[in-house]
């Protein structure tokens, strides 16, 4: 070995033709390159197919049981210890992991990053060069409307996966840096979303020979951790495109956790895509995150907000989390703040906005204190399990 690492790239979509033509496209422009695959569709029977292929064809096929009923457990486990044979083999220039379609690729990306064979950590022979999702902006705005499950699709990852596809397609969009289009999708609505879900990705057109260079342009595991990390991402900006909005919501006094309980059915089905961070009256020292699309909502703990935490206790958080706070200081409130971002087509920016003010404590509400606040109804209780709307 010659101290060459194998460039690594990962490629996500829920859309299996769009997802199957970036892989095709990245193999057919690359030099030696070699496809690693896992196949969930028998993942309710605790099976995974496995398949790796290169120019002259599949050359390494296996059913192997599912680890821990875990789509990423059989990645650690099966996956890793090919792609480190291949990687010491050097007869490859490149290897693309392809996902299966409902899989995640920020945890698949985690385990490639951190993995270790026989404990030999996998980065010492592989470099992730890039992560790119496939998708279908023509399908988007009417597949993040709907709250179909994957399971119902085929495209669950384990027996016990019961996030939507909406969900899944969300997040897809929102990790990967690269974003692969079909070179004749013209639906000027869906791109708009696409653009809005994640401004800063990079939107290829598949066919037209710029896939591999961007997909190739290296990927900061950290640097994507934060950016999809609910305590600190940045949320997409206010705007309007092609009919497509985005109101971002910034508040600093707290939410009635009860009126904005009976407010979700409202509030959940009003855009394609909703998250951010909030804060609820009666827990007044947790971060909550507000991760909602396709009409369901997730709510989960993101640990405390730091004016709960002595100043000693800072250091245990990230410089980047501490920065934030510092930055956006309230006298009264710390760095509690209610920040929530919608996007949709057709968004009524002015009905969400004045349902959310009506969610806020009173001013009679807000002079009760502390006290008065943890006394008020605990109406998120049963999301906080955390369970789907």
Known sequence: MDGTRLPVV????????????????????????????????????????????????????????????????ALRE????????????????????????????????????????????????????????????????????????LLEHGEHTAARDDRTRAEALAHQVEYATTLAVPCAAAHAPGLALLRRLHPTARVVRLGTGALTRAALGGFDVAAARDRVNPAIALLPQEGDEAGVATLVWERRRPLHPERLHRALELLVPAAQRSRGRFWLANRPDLMLA??????NLAVEECGPWLSALPDAAWDLYPPARRAAAALDWHPLHGDRVQQLSFTAEGLDVDGITELLDSCLLTDAELAAGEPGWKALPDAFQDLLDPVHL
């Open 290 to 295: 507000w991760d909602a699309a396709g009409a």
């Open 78 to 149: 099966d996956l890793l210890p090919r792609l480190l044979e291949i990687a010491d083999g050097g007869r490859y220039g490149l290897a693309v992991v392809e996902l299966w379609g409902g899989s995640d690729p920020h945890p698949a990306v985690e385990v490639l990053a951190g993995g270790e064979v026989d404990g030999r950590l996998l980065a010492e022979a592989i470099e992730l060069a890039g992560v790119v999702t496939a998708v279908d902006p023509d399908r988007l705005i009417a597949e993040l409307s709907v709250p179909d499950d």
């Open 10 to 73: 990962v490629v996500a979509g829920l859309h299996q033709d769009e997802r199957r033509a970036a892989v095709q496209e990245l193999t057919a422009t690359a030099v030696d390159a070699v496809v690693l695959r896992h196949d969930l569709r028998d993942a309710s029977r605790g099976l995974v197919h496995r398949e790796l292929r290169d120019a002259g064809g599949a050359f390494d096929t296996a059913t192997v049981p599912l680890v821990n009923d875990c789509g990423c457990c």
